[in-house]
């Protein structure tokens, strides 16, 4: 396997330690200021933050972005919906490829537990329609798709079956998501469902029912079972450690170099 890419969510207001313990564990950012509002209402904004992480020397062709996040959903059957969705999605990218990231997150707009046919049929065919004219109009970029609510990866699975022919395409697996929403008794299966499909993932820690993004190790979640799924089905992804502020990063890289679960 390549040597795996770890992300941390850099700091503003602490941003002279988030670089330190970036270059001491080699890691790399993951960008959640541009997500929700005011960074997806307000331009400005937008560009000052741009500006702001630009100035600061770093290589940034390695590093990704979470896109627009609350409210989007692209296979709205309401065409407005549709259309503010799409228009916040785009705009991420945008902002993507001012920044020169390699790739952007977003989630998948399904409704829990609406096990409708058409509903899910209509999902597949409209994300598989949309996502791939979104890799057409930005060539340079990665897309990510992240589970949230979902009980199983049967929808991320076939949506990556579908992609399979484009490469900047891949499931990003929160494996806290999966843990604390779907079963946590059935990890393995979500793990066998999407792996081949696996491009980025998420982790932190909880209590196997709410999603808390404590440190690393704090949980109830069990590394050793992560460690040992990801080694079984040759999941080869960069990995963000979807926790907040320089002591929560440094005790989760911590855990994860003592107890070797990357």
């Given at each position: 396997m390549k040597d795996r890419i770890l992300e941390i969510i850099p700091d503003r207001n602490d941003i002279e330690r988030t670089l330190k313990l970036a270059e001491e564990y080699g890691a790399v950012f993951e960008y959640n200021d541009f997500m929700v509002p005011p960074q997806t209402e307000d331009a400005d904004k937008r560009r000052e933050t741009v500006a702001f992480y630009r100035s600061l020397g770093r290589d940034l062709s390695q590093d990704t972005l979470h896109g627009a996040f609350l409210d989007i959903t692209v296979h709205s059957q309401d065409p407005w919906i549709r259309r503010v969705s799409r228009k916040r999605i785009y705009q991420s990218m945008e902002t993507a490829e001012e920044l020169g990231v390699r790739g952007v997150v977003f989630h998948t707009g399904l409704l829990r537990?609406?096990?409708?046919?058409?509903?899910l049929e209509n999902w597949?065919?409209?994300?598989?329609?949309?996502?791939?004219?979104?890799?057409?109009?930005?060539p340079g970029r990665e897309i990510y798709l992240e589970n949230m609510f979902e009980a199983d990866g049967e929808c991320l699975a076939r949506?990556?079956?579908?992609m399979a022919s484009f490469g900047r395409f891949?499931?990003?697996?929160?494996?806290?998501?999966?843990?604390?929403?779907?079963?946590?008794e059935e990890l393995a299966g979500w793990v066998?469902?999407?792996?081949?499909?696996?491009?980025?993932?998420?982790?932190?820690?909880?209590?196997?029912?709410d999603d808390l993004?404590?440190?690393?190790?704090?949980?109830?979640?069990?590394?050793q079972q992560f460690r040992n799924l990801v080694e079984k089905y040759q999941?080869?992804?960069s990995v963000l450690l979807e926790v907040k502020g320089f002591e929560a990063q440094k005790e989760s890289l911590e855990y994860i170099r003592k107890n070797h679960i990357l």
């Open positions: 537990d609406y096990r409708e046919k058409s509903y597949l065919e409209t994300n598989a329609a949309f996502w791939e004219k979104v890799l057409e109009d930005f949506l990556g079956r579908r891949g499931i990003c697996l929160d494996y806290a998501h999966a843990a604390a929403f779907g079963n946590a066998e469902q999407t792996a081949p499909y696996i491009r980025h993932m998420h982790i932190n820690d909880n209590n196997l029912k993004h404590l440190p690393v190790g704090r949980g109830r979640i069990d590394w999941v080869n992804a």
